[in-house]
């Protein structure tokens, strides 16, 4: 198993912290005794045994204090990026990792965040007004933040493509139907067309947002409205009549500088790394103590236990920045590596959202079919660990809602589990968990109330076990786990319908 690992691993490493752990190549000159890094190699049951839901509760406490200090701000605690309580998080997490001595090497990955505000908005077609319609997130205002006037207008087909726009989209309000390609797209099209606003209709019931995602030049002032909505428009309009409408939005969209938070561990062989992250910042509506407060907190249990052993593998610690804003840290870190450096990344684990109250125990269904090779033996660990421990899991979708996304789509095999978000419980769910049928699975996802009395403690306590298993066992031995191959995404990742809990198509 491990026992030759650490003497053929050495060639690959440097530093003090390693010449001091190994006496074969400890320097015999020397007269100060060096500094000496843990002795014992890590295992699955002794870094479980580590975790406490004591030590978790305090951490989510003191979280919760930290998220207090944006009320002068926000009239409530939170840690969206750009508050307080985000910056206090950013200091938690680093002087925490600083404090554990010189096991892991820290560093502050900068970048602009792209955020955006909508106050006011207003769309009338015809004589009415939509009942159903919402802003998009990170829309721009109208011009001059003022009500602009011109027809709407039928966009054909799906609104991907140049040609779809007729010649009289120009001045015009384009109304474009929602798929095939994502929303931001749409609004760039009509944009370089000449559109003054843009308006989606959905194609499934009821009403329908998103985000635009990256901002362009092009973008336009964007609505969402429902098929019913929509129907008696497109009748209207293709039947030749005129429809003047008029459009107005309040907002904004602009960069903020924040941080990702990243350590790793200095033993271990550089060269095979595995990586795992949860995300620093909350939404602005409430201090995310579920979502993502146990994730990140549950990381930082384990990097400070980490440092009691040994490590074959190197161990990477991420704290994200910007996952509301639309998955921003994870994308910026992995858009930024080197071929060589995304190449050392054995496998990336999410860990987001792991106490909801009204949990299920959820496992990301990610294959090797649609995924990096590996993935699915990640998958197939959580599985394991459940059934060993007599508990019911579920697959869900891996589609595109938190921090993997980047890695996968470069190449980087990922997994990850969580115990839900807004989703409503089944009735069969009750029989596997316990927990309440027809509610959330966090009825507070994203809201004021997602505070340490929104943490189920039993399902954080035995998930953080689970993720000490999952770094224990990788960093001890990658061992049959499938080599990288390459930066590509599999050939058959299926586009998704979301980045980070805001649809994109
Ligand atoms: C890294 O960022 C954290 C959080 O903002 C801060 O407390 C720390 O001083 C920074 N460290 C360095 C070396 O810039
Ligand atoms: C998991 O994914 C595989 C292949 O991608 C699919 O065949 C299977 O039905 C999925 N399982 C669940 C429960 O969604
Ligand atoms: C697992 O789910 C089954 C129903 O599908 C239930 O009978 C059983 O009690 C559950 N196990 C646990 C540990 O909750
Ligand atoms: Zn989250």
Redesign the pocket.
Known sequence: MYNLLPLISLSALTGAAIIGQHPLIESSHSESPLISGPEEFVSSSSLQAHITKEGLLKRAKHLYKLAEQAIPEYNRPTRVIGSQGHLATLDYIYSTLAGLGDYYEISNQSFNAVVGNVFEWRLVLGDTEPESVLPFALSPPTPKNDAIFGPLVLVANDGCDESDYPANTKGAIALIKRGVCPFGQKSERAGRAGAIAAVIYNHEKGSMSGTLGQPSIFHVATYGISLEDAKLYIEKLKQGKIVPSSAYMDSIVYNAPTTNIVAQTKGGDPENCIMLGG?SDSVAAGPGIN??GS?SMTLLEVATHLTNYKVNSCVRFAWWSG??EGLLGSTYYVSQLSTEDNMKIRLFMDY??LASPNYAYQVYNATDAANPAGSEGLRDLYVQYYESHGKNHTFIPFDGR?DYQAFIENGIPGGGIATGAEGVKTTEEVAMFGGTAGDWYDPCYHQFCDTVQNLALDAWEFNSKLVAHSVATYALSLEGFPERVGIQAAAHLQPTLYRG?QLVM
């Open positions: 995300h979502d993502d994730g996952e509301e987001d959202m938190s809990h």
